[in-house]
C-alpha cells in the first residue's frame, strides 16, 4: 500500500464534503482514485434512518473513502402524490450520514443527472415483471435501474451497499451489474427494524401512531410463516396462509403475499432449503413491503411427512 493510501487511512475525521455536480464529485474523487483507495457507494434517497446509518457505517468498516448519494428519483415513483410526499430533510441527512461516516455526500438536482434531451434508460427483463413491478408499473424498476446505474458510472465504487428489505430491488440490481459487467461488487445488509420489529422505512414518519401499530401486522406475519415452517410445514401456500391469516388479525389486506426463490423471484410450490417470503400492504396512505428468508428447520421432520400427505399442523402466530 503506498504512503498517500495510508495518509489517506490515517487523516483526521473531518465534515463531509458536499458535491451537487458530477465534475464536482469526480474531482473531489480523483486524489483518493491516483491513490488506490478503496472506494464505497451508499445510495440513499433521504430520510435517512437507522437502516441507511447501518449501511454508512459497514461501508465505513470496509472502505477507505465513503460516498452517500442522496436523491429523490423521480423516474421510479409509480404515483406522482407518492413523489411529492416523500419525505425531504437534507440538513438532518447532511448530519447524520456524516456522523455515521461518510467522506463524500453527492446531492444533484433532478436536473443534473437527468440533463435536458435525456433519452436513455436501462431495463432487466423478466425479473422486473412481477411482485413490485406488476403492482408499481414497467416504470419503477426501470427509473432505479437507469438512475443506479448512473451513480454507478458517476462514482465508480468497488463496493456498493444495499439493505435487504428492498429484495426484489436488489436482486434487479446485481442482475444489472452481472449482465452489463460493471466492476462493483453489490453488498446487501439485512434490513433494520425498530424493536417493535418494523422494518425500518423512510415511509414510516407518515404513519399514524394507530397506523403503526397496525404496521406491525407485516412482520407479525412472516414470523407466523416462520413459526410454521419451523415445525416441518414445507407447502408455499400453507405457508402463505399462515401469513394471511395474521394481516387478517390485524385488518391488514396485502397487495400481496409470495414464496420465491431468492435469484430468480419466481414463485415455488415447496420449500426446498431456503426461500424469501414477501409481503406488500397499504396501511392507510402508506405502502410497505417486508420480507424474510424461510429455511428448513434442521428439526423439520421427513420431507414425505409434511402436510402434503396429510398431517394436521396448526397455523401460528407471532
Same mark, same amino acid.
Given at each position: 500500500?503506498s ?15 458536499v ?6 464529485? %469526480? ?26 446509518l ?16 442522496? @436523491?429523490v ?6 404515483? #406522482? ?8 430533510? !437534507? ?5 447524520l ?10 446531492l ?35 427509473? &432505479? ?12 465504487? #468497488?463496493?456498493a @451497499?444495499?439493505? %435487504? ?9 446485481? +442482475?444489472?451489474? +452481472? ?12 434490513? &433494520? ?16 401512531? #394507530?397506523? +403503526? #401499530?397496525?404496521?406491525?401486522?407485516l ?19 400453507r ?7 395474521e ?12 414464496? &420465491?426463490?431468492? !435469484?430468480? @423471484? ?34 423439520s ?18
Open positions: 500500500m504512503q498517500s493510501h495510508l495518509a489517506l487511512m490515517s487523516a483526521p475525521q473531518r465534515q463531509p464534503l458535491a451537487r455536480t458530477v465534475a464536482e464529485l %469526480r474531482a473531489a474523487l480523483a486524489p483518493y482514485r491516483r491513490a488506490g483507495a478503496t472506494v464505497g457507494l451508499v445510495p440513499t434517497m433521504g430520510a435517512l434512518h437507522q437502516g441507511h447501518s449501511l454508512i457505517s459497514t461501508a465505513r468498516e470496509r472502505c477507505e473513502l465513503v460516498v452517500v448519494s442522496i @436523491f428519483n423521480p423516474s421510479q415513483f409509480d404515483e #406522482q402524490a407518492d413523489l411529492l410526499a416523500y419525505p425531504r430533510q !437534507e440538513q438532518r441527512d447532511i448530519e450520514a456524516a456522523g455515521a461516516g461518510a467522506d463524500v455526500l453527492f444533484p438536482c433532478v436536473e443534473e443527472i437527468y440533463r435536458p434531451g435525456f433519452s436513455t434508460s436501462v431495463e432487466v427483463l423478466g425479473l422486473t415483471d412481477r411482485l413490485e413491478g406488476a403492482v408499481r408499473g414497467a416504470g419503477h424498476f426501470r427509473g &432505479v435501474t437507469t438512475v443506479v446505474c448512473k451513480l454507478l458510472n458517476i462514482v465508480a465504487p #468497488q463496493l @451497499f444495499f439493505g %435487504r428489505k428492498d429484495a426484489q430491488q436488489t436482486a434487479v440490481i446485481r +442482475r444489472m451489474v +452481472r449482465d452489463l459487467d460493471i466492476d462493483a461488487q453489490i453488498v446487501t445488509l439485512p434490513t &433494520v427494524r425498530e424493536a417493535n420489529g418494523l422494518a425500518m422505512s423512510s415511509r414510516n414518519v407518515r404513519l399514524s401512531p #394507530q397506523e +403503526r #401499530q397496525r404496521a406491525l401486522a412482520s407479525a406475519a412472516l414470523h407466523a410463516a416462520e413459526a410454521l415452517a419451523d415445525t416441518g410445514e414445507r407447502s408455499a401456500q405457508l402463505r396462509q399462515a401469513a394471511e391469516a394481516l387478517a388479525a390485524h385488518s391488514v389486506q396485502a397487495e400481496y403475499v409470495a414464496l &420465491v426463490d431468492a !435469484e430468480s @423471484f419466481e414463485d415455488v410450490d415447496r420449500l426446498q432449503d431456503e426461500a424469501l417470503l414477501l409481503i406488500a400492504a397499504r396501511i392507510g396512505q402508506t405502502r410497505l413491503i417486508d420480507n424474510l428468508p424461510l429455511r428448513v428447520s434442521a428439526r421432520q421427513d420431507p414425505r411427512q409434511s402436510t402434503d400427505q396429510g398431517d394436521a399442523i396448526a397455523v401460528c402466530s407471532a
